[in-house]
């Protein structure tokens, strides 16, 4: 289904190219502004064009605008169109144009989503922990929005590639796999048996001995040597080591319902020597105190000198820096992307400003031809206005989090389902915990920090994952209440909008793909929650204002209802987010 901005768009071009035959080239190239209006009082659009078209066409913006008119097809879309201030033309539709969008809307599964022609291959770099660690509420974030992004793109009808760029190599390594071959070897033969726990308590002892002592120090040296040489024992220790921290990130992957492929650090691990030579080969490398650095215009440290990108550290190892360096080539030249993302927190912004620079220089990518983004994020605060840790100080550990919101969330749904059996309880509060979680991430911007607070998450009032969820449950009670099924509504009704709250339900409705758009554009989640709360907004006004059951209108309003369902459920499902039928 085309949306009524692209409706629009296509038809004022007409009219323009009609209009002012022939187009001069200058005026060809304005790009045409259909907006949403900013008030309903100016209609639904807004064309804003004129104005910048006036010293191409020389001529004044109103008679443009007047010109555009005499000329557009209103192709039974369009009630009425009005000049108003210097030359915008304010838009309202035809209720019965709107009346075919929900109809279309409420036939089809993908809520009037059209498949792309041509899909794009879309890599996401997401969630990506590091192994011996744990997670933290920074990958977090990262997890939620990157498996929403990634849901969007998917729902759009795009190969998504979800990677989760894992820190499973490094030098690290070799004192871990030292004092484990040492103190625990049985590790090795039944990783399932330890915890993420137990590998961090390790790391921390073999830090301490790393200190202390110089023969376990010269140890871990050579072990780091043997694992990048590829020994046999040593490979087997680091798998081990990779799994057992897999059990706990696979965990929240679980809880959270999130999909991933591990595709950590160490798989680039043999085209890192390739990465630097072909770097050095096109004359972008420069020794630096014994380091190999790559120098770019623009990047300057807070002297205002010039910052080098380091892709072979003074002692011959390679870093971050030449592991993403080899993976943004494989991700293009072998992925054969479209698209890249990266999601990570707002600190590692100049990092992959580099990244994507150097690799231009390279000749590896053409930002033509593949458009690469960071995502970044802000922090999460806790109440206090400061970073966010548990009571004790510590860093609070993230399954602990969930579980704790869906604690609260199952007193809370033991309340107000007393009678509800137990395991239903449980499951709806494992949905509820989780769901609140996304919901108040996904709803602040992007890039501001966020404070993270249970109480305003399970609220279910408000812009909340309860707000939404609930005003689903009562679309389903509503259909319960008439008796009837979406086939069974669909085979026997259209939707004929004529109040206005059903006009401006179904036009927020029609406008789904619009927002949809715009997020694929911005990458910014809070324009889909933004969406979807005046969607739930509208229809509660709707339901206020319109009588359903035993009205004239009944079959009509039962059709507006399974669209606002579906889009409703869509967005939801793109959000990470899966409906409930009670709650
Ligand atoms: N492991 C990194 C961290 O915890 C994130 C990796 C992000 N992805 C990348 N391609 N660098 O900060």
Redesign the pocket.
């Known amino acids: 289904m085309q949306t009524p901005k692209e409706h629009l768009l296509r038809n004022f071009s007409e009219a323009l190219e009609h209009s002012f035959h022939p187009l001069s080239q200058e005026a060809g190239s304005v790009p045409l502004e259909i907006t949403k209006s900013t008030q309903d009082k100016f209609g639904h659009y807004q064309f804003n064009s004129a104005m910048r078209l006036a010293k191409p066409l020389g001529q004044p913006p109103r008679a443009i605008a007047e010109k555009i008119i005499e000329n557009l097809s209103k192709d039974g879309m369009i009630e009425k169109l009005e000049i108003a201030g210097p030359g915008f033309v304010n838009i309202t539709l035809l209720p019965s144009y709107l009346s075919s969008l929900v109809n279309a809307i409420a036939r089809d599964e993908r809520a009037g989503i059209e498949s792309p022609a041509t899909p794009q291959r879309i890599v996401i770099?997401f969630s990506?922990?590091?192994i011996a660690k744990e997670l933290h509420v920074?990958?977090l974030r990262?997890t939620i929005i990157g498996d929403c992004l990634a849901r969007l793109f998917e729902f759009k009808g795009h190969d998504v590639v979800r990677l989760n760029?894992?820190?499973d190599w490094g030098t690290q390594f070799g004192m871990l796999i030292a004092f484990m071959k040492q103190d625990v070897p049985e590790a090795f033969q039944n990783p399932e048996g330890y915890a993420l726990e137990d590998l961090m308590g390790w790391y921390k002892q073999a830090k301490a001995k790393f200190d202390s002592d110089e023969n376990f120090k010269t140890n871990s040296q050579k072990e780091v040597g043997r694992l990048q040489g590829g020994d046999s024992s040593s490979l087997k220790a680091w798998e081990a080591i990779c799994s057992i921290s897999r059990q706990s990130y696979l965990e929240i992957y679980r809880l959270l319902d999130i999909e991933i492929k591990d595709r950590g650090?160490s798989f680039y691990n043999p085209f890192l020597k390739d990465v630097v030579d072909e770097l050095q080969k096109k004359g972008l490398v420069q020794e630096s105190d014994g380091a190999l650095c790559i120098f770019m215009k623009g990047f300057t440290n807070r002297e205002g000198e010039p910052l080098p990108l380091i892709i072979r550290k003074t002692d011959g190892g390679y870093n971050?820096a030449t592991?993403?360096l080899a993976?943004i080539r494989q991700r293009i030249r072998d992925e054969k992307a479209d698209r890249i993302i990266?999601?990570?927190?707002a600190g590692?912004a100049s990092?992959?400003k580099m990244i994507f620079q150097a690799a231009e220089e390279a000749g590896w990518l053409d930002p033509q031809k593949t458009r690469v983004d960071h995502v970044p994020f802000g922090l999460v605060l806790g109440p206090d206005g400061k970073k966010f840790k548990t009571r004790s100080g510590e860093t609070e550990r993230l399954i602990d989090l969930i579980t704790t919101a869906i604690e609260k969330a199952y007193s809370i749904v033991s309340e107000r389902q007393s009678e509800m059996a137990e395991e239903e309880k449980r499951h709806l509060a494992e949905k509820l915990g989780t769901s609140s979680i996304k919901y108040a991430d996904l709803s602040c911007h992007r890039t501001g920090d966020y404070t993270f607070s249970y109480d305003r998450m399970l609220k279910f009032e408000g812009n909340t994952a309860s707000y939404l969820l609930y005003s689903f449950v009562r679309i389903q009670g509503i259909k319960k209440k008439v008796g009837k099924e979406t086939e069974e509504i669909l085979n026997e009704s259209q939707a004929v909008l004529s109040h206005p709250s059903e006009i401006a339900l179904g036009l927020h409705l029609a406008q789904f793909g619009e927002t949809l758009d715009q997020m694929a554009n911005d990458l910014l989640p809070n324009q889909l929650t933004e969406y979807l709360y005046q969607l739930a907004e509208k229809f509660n006004a709707f339901f206020r204002d319109c009588r359903v059951e035993g009205s004239e209108e009944e079959g009509s309003r039962l059709t507006l209802i399974v669209a606002t369902e579906r889009v409703l459920k869509a967005g939801l499902h793109i959000l990470g987010i899966g409906t409930v039928e009670r709650m």
């Open positions: 770099d990506s922990p590091n920074g990958h990262s760029h894992i820190g650090e971050y592991t993403d993976a990266y999601v990570t927190d590692q990092h992959f």
